[in-house]
């Protein structure tokens, strides 16, 4: 009977114990995942140039390109583009040199936020 009790106190201890080797992996998941958050900057670009309706399909493409941008989103009456992206991986200069080498001249109007 001893040997039962001294095998399941065993059991239940490698029982918390692996319970215990779990909580940091989920922390290391839960900054991960905070880390993500964080990395995401938003800019606004003044975008010279655009003349039609049609524009802004080219100034977003070009945006979009840049590796780590996110979304971008291109008002043609305000002449405005906002780009949300990553910063470990995009800089708002390449942004403001993609929708420039398009052929329509960015300029940061707002720093990223």
Known sequence: ?????????????AGLGAIAAL??????????AQRQQVQVRTASFAVDNMTCATCPITVRTAMSRVDG????????????????????????EAIAAASTNAGYPAHLVTPAS
């Open 23 to 32: 909580a940091p992996l989920q922390s290391v998941a839960q900054t991960g």
């Open 69 to 92: 941008v996110r979304s971008v989103t291109v008002d043609f009456e305000t002449k405005r583009a906002t780009v949300t992206y990553d910063p470990a991986r995009a800089t708002s």
């Open 1 to 13: 009977m001893k040997k039962l009790v001294i095998v399941g106190a065993l059991a239940a201890l």
